[in-house]
C-alpha cells in the first residue's frame, strides 16, 4: 500500500450517495430523437460529416473535429438525420449551439466496426488514432481529447499514471457504479493506457466511502499482468480534482500554469478509462455513458447507460420525476454543476449526473450577510488561498490584487462558499472577477498593439521630418559655401544702403509702383473729367502732372539702385529678373501702342502725352533687354569657367543623353511609320533628321561616359546610400518577422517553425548587408578625404 | 414547474453570523458565572445593562443608514460586544460610564467604519480603552473577593450601587493583584505576598475566573470557531518572556503562571484577540499577531502606566494587521512560494 499525502483544506458535506445506489445500473429506453451537439467539451465544435435526411447507423461517425483539441462524433443508434440547427445545450449560460438531431428507426443496426486484437502488437500511433476515432473525452470534468493526453509527444516523459475513481462530489455515483459493474473495463483501458505513455507507477485513486468499487477493482486488478496499485483515499471534497488528487497520492503539486504532463503525471477518468478499452478491443465509439439520476424529486433515483444526445426530459420521465415538486435542476454535482434552465436539453459525453432536486432540498440561498472575516474559507480552501481576501478584492473591482492574491488558481470548487456564515456567494464573485481581468487583458492587449503602431507611426514621421531639416540644412550650408568662396567686392558702398541693397530696390520698387498708380488714376480722373466737361480738368490736370514729376523721379531712383545693383559685382546677374523686367517693359510699350492708336482715333488730349511716355517705355525696353542680353552672356561664360559641380553636369548629361534617346526614338518611329505607309516625301524629310538625331544621341551618351569616368567620388556615394538604405531594409524585414513568429507563438500557430527558419535567413541577411555599409563607410571616406 | 437558475455550489452548511456569535457569548458563560461567584452581581448588570444599550445603539445607527434592523441585529455581534466589554468593566462601574462605553464601541468604533466586518478595531476594546482613559478612578475600583468582603452584596444592592442610588460603599473596592504588583514600590515580590492583605485571596478568586474563561475557549476551539493559532500565540509569548524576566530576577518580576491568570489574559486570547473581523487573516499572520500581543501585553504591564494592557495591546495589533496580511500570505498551490508586499 502506498503512502496516502493531504492536501490542504477540503470539506464535508453530506454525501447523499446512497439514493441512487439503490438499484442497480440500467439501460434506458430509445427515446424519440437524439440531439448530438457539436461541441460536447472544451476546445473546438465539431463539422458535420452527414447532411438532412441522410439515414445513419449506430456508430456511424456524423462529424468530425474541428481542430486539434476537438473530437469526433457518432450516432448512438440507427435512425435519419432530421436537422442540423441550433438547439438548446446543456451550459451554464443556457445557450444554443449546432447540433445534429437523429430520429431513431428502433432497428439498432450497427456500423460495421473494427476492433484491434492484439493492442501490444500494435503501434502506439494506430492504438492511439483508434481512440482518437472513437470520439473519446474527458468523461470526468471538461470532457478534454483522450488521445492527446494518451499520446503525449516524446518529451513528456511520464513516470505516473492515475486512474480516477475517487468522485469525490455528493449525490454521483455514475463512476462508483461503473467500477462496481465494468471493473475489467477500467483495468482493460489501463492497460491500454499503459501501453501508450509507459509509465513506471500506476495508480488508481478511489474514496473510502465506494468499499464495493474498491473491491471490484482490486479483484479486476489482481488479474492484471501490470502492477496496478488501488489506493483508497479518504473521502474529502474535493480529492477528485485533478491537481488534489495528484497532491494526494503522489505528494507532489502541479506548478502553476503546468499541466500534470509537465510533471510526468496523467490522470484519466475510470469512465473515460473503460471506454478506451471499448474502442480499442471493439472498435466501438463512444456513444453512450452511465449517468446518475437522483434528487428528492425522482421517484427512482439510480443510474442509467444513455445515449449521447437523449434529452434530459426524457431521463426525468424514465425515472419518475414528479415535475411538480422539482424546482432545481442541476447537471453535474451541488458542488460544481450548473443549473438547467429546461429539461429539453441532451446528455452529452461529460453528463455524469443529473439531480432532480426539490425546494426543500436545495431551498433557495438566505440573504448574504456581511463578511466576518472569520477564515473558515481559508481554512478549507484546496488551493491554500484566502478566499476572503478576494471576496474583497473582487468587490472593490481591485483586480490587480485578485491576480496578485493568485485569484487564477481557484478551481472554483465551491468550498469557500460552503461553509460561509454569512452566506456569501463566493464563487460568483471570482468568476466575476476572472471574467473581468480577461476582458481587461484582452482589452490591454489591444490597446498596446495600438500604442506600439502610433509610436512607429510618430517616429517614422519624425525621422521624415528631421530628414528634410537635414537636406535643407544641408542645401543651405552648400549655397554659403558657393557664396563665401567667391571672391568678395573689393568696395562695399558705405552706410545702410550698401548693407542691404536688395531690401533698398524693393523699397523703392514699391514707391514706384505706387506713384505709377496714383499717375494712372489722376490721368483717368482727368480723362473723364475731359469727356464729360465737368469738374474742374486744370486741377486734375496740375496733379497729373505733379503725380508724373514723383513718379519719373521715383523710376529714376530705381532705375539707378538697379543699376547700382547690377554693377555690384558681388551680386549676380539675376538672369530671370532681367529676363522678367525686359519683357515687362515690352508689354508696356505695346500696350502704351495701342493706347496711343486708341487715343489718336478719338482725338483725345492725352494722345500727345502718351506718344512721349511710349518713347520713354521704348528706350526702357530696349535697355532692359540689352540688360538681360548682357547678363546672359556673362552668365554663359561664367559656367563655362565654372567646374565645381560635375554631378550636376552629370545629371544635366544625363538627362541630355535621355532627351536625345527620346527623341530619336520618336523619329525612328515616324520613319518606319512613314516607310510602311510608303509615303516617300515623308521618308524623305525624317531620314536625315534621324541620322542627325542619332549623331546627337551618341555624342551625348558619349559625354556622359566621360563625365562619369571623369568622377570617381560620386559611384561610391551612391554605393553608400544604396548599401545604407540595403542594410535599414533588412533590418525592418527581420524586426517584421520577429514580432509575426511571436504573435504565431502567443497563438500557438503551425506557422511558427516556419517564421523561425524565415527569421534566421533575415538575420543572416540583415548581418550581411550591415557588413557591406561597414566595408564601405572607411572607403567612403577615404574618397572624401582625398 | 419553474427551474431556478443559480450559480455552483447549489448547497452550503447551515449555520450563519448570528449562530456564530451565539456560540461565542455562550463560551463567556463560565468566565461571567466566575466572575459573579467570586465578586457578586456587578458583572452580571453590567453584561446586560451593556447589551441594552448595544441593541439601542446599533437598531438606531442602522436605522439611521436605512437597513433592515431586524436582520442586522440577529447577527449578534452587537450583544457579543456589550458581553465583552460588561466583562471587562469593574463590578460596580456605573451606569454612565457604561453607556459612554457602548456609544464608543457601537457608534464610533463599528458602525461608523461600516458596521459588521467593516471595523479595523475591536470595538468592546476602544470602548474598554477610551473609559480607561477617560475614567480613571471609575475604572479601577475593582471590587474586593467574596471571601474578603465577608458577604456578597445583594442584586438589589448592587443595581442600586451601579445606578447611582446609593454611593459606592468603601467596602466594595478593592486593588486587583494586577494593580497591588504595579504599586508595590521597593518591596520584593516575597514581602508583598507576605505583607498585602487579602493579595492571596484575590489572586486565588482571579485564578479560578481565569480557568473559567479558558474553559470557554477550549469550547470555541471544539466548535471550530475560533483556530489555535492566536491564544497559543499569546500564552506562548507572555510565558517565554515573563519566564524570562522572572528567571533573571524572580524578586522584582511576577511568575509566568500570575501573568498568565491575573487580569484579562485569557478573555484577551481567547475572546478578545480572535475577533476575526479585527485580526489577521492568514494562519501565519495570525500567529505573528498574537505573539506579538503577549510581548506588548508583558511590556505594558512591567514598564507601562497601566496596570493591565489586552486593550491597548490589542488595539496596537489590530493597527499592524494590514501589515501583518500582506506579509503573511499562505503558499499558493502549485507555486514555489508565497507573494508577499503590496502589489497589484
Redesign the interface.
Known sequence: MSRIWSFQGGIHPPENKQQSLQQPLQPLSLPERLILPLQQNIGTPAVPRVNVGEKVLKGQCIADPGSHVSVFHHAPTSGTVSDIGMYPVPHASGMDALCIVIEPDGEERWAELEGIEDFRAASKKDVAEKIRVAGLAGMGGAGFPTDIKLHLSDDHIVTTLIANGVECEPYITADDTLMRARAEEVIGGLEIATHLIQPTHVLIGIEDNKPEAAMAINAAAARSPLDIEVVVVPTKYPSGGERQLIKLLTGVEVPHGQIPADIGIVVQNVGTLAAVYRAVHAGEPLISRITTLTGDAAERPGNYEVLLGTPVSHLLDEAGVDRERLSRLIMGGPMMGYTLDQPGVPLIKTSNCLIAGTQEEFPPAPPAQNCIRCGQCEQVCPASLLPQQLHWFAKGREFGKALDYNLMDCIECGACAYVCPSNIPLVQYYRFAKGEIRKEQVEQRKAEQARQRFEARQARLEQEKEEKARKRRERAEAAARAQTSRPQPAATNAGAQASDPEAQLKQLKTQAAVARTKLKKAQKALEQAEATGEGDSQALAAEVAAAQARSDALEKQLQQAQQQAQADPSKEPDLKALKVAAAVARTKVSKTEKALTEAEQKGAPSAEKLRDSLATLRAKADEAQRAFEEAERAAASGQEEDTASPALDIKALKTAAAVARTKLKKAQRALSDARETGDTEQIAEFEPQVRELEAQAEKAARALAEAEAAQPASPVEADLKALKSAAAIARTKVKKTEKALADAREKGLASADQLETALAGLRQKAADAERALQDAQPRAGAVEDA | ?????????????P???G??MRQVILATLPGLAALVWYFGWGPLVNVLWASVLALVFEAAVIKLRRRPVA?YLK?Y?AVLTAVLLGLALPPYTPWWVTLVGMFVAIVLAKQLYG????NPFNPAMVGYALLLIAFPVQMTQWAPPVSLSGDNPGLLATLKVIFELTPLPDAFTHATPLDTFKNKGALTQEELWAQVAGLKDSFGAWQAVSLAYLLGGLYLLVR??I?WHIPVAILFALFMVSGFFYGSDPSNFAPPLFHLTMGATMLGAFFIATD??T?A???KGKLVYGFCIGLLIYIIRSWGNYPDAVAFAVLLMNLAVPFL?YYT????????KA?KGI??
Do not use: E
Open positions: 414547474m419553474t427551474l431556478i437558475h443559480t450559480s455552483s455550489p447549489h448547497t452550503g452548511r449555520g450563519h453570523v449562530g456564530v436582520f447577527d455581534s458596521g459588521l466586518g467593516q471550530r470557531i483556530t476575526p473581523a485580526a487573516t492568514s494562519n496580511d500570505r499562505p503558499r499558493t498551490y502549485g507555486h514555489k507573494n502589489r497589484g
